[in-house]
């Protein structure tokens, strides 16, 4: 699977980006889709992940009630909807692909090279 973020920029606290990540080369509803960021001196880590189907979603505690992911199937493509973006939401925002559900990166297979997000306080 060849995964392309898109969707990255710079924002004052409080406002939105919508992250999109499309994918081509391998079926892409049979894979579970992640979102991972990385700010700068800190690890990579978990941000928000959805099943094949779209029926279940799971976020990282920080961006639970601020972010949504969601995936259109048919446009090979998932969203990452930010919404009351914090200054410590800065960074480099990954999305991935993995055979099952995990948080863990090591799970995830595939990856995006990767959008930067810079929320402006």
């Known amino acids: 699977v060849q995964l392309q973020a898109s969707g990255g920029g710079l924002v004052q606290a409080g406002g939105v980006l919508r992250l999109s990540c499309a994918a081509s080369g391998r079926t892409f509803s049979n894979y579970v889709m992640g979102w991972f960021r990385q700010a700068p001196g800190k690890e990579r880590e978990f941000v928000a992940a959805?099943?094949?189907?779209?029926?279940?979603?799971y976020y990282a505690d920080s961006v639970k009630g601020r972010f949504t992911i969601s995936r259109d199937n048919a446009k090979n493509t998932v969203y990452l909807q930010m919404n009351s973006l914090k200054p410590e939401d800065t960074a480099v925002y990954y999305c991935a692909a993995a055979r099952g559900n995990s948080v863990y990166s090591s799970d995830y297979d595939y990856w995006g090279q990767g959008t930067l997000v810079t929320v402006s306080s």
């Open positions: 959805i099943s094949w189907g779209g029926g279940s979603t």
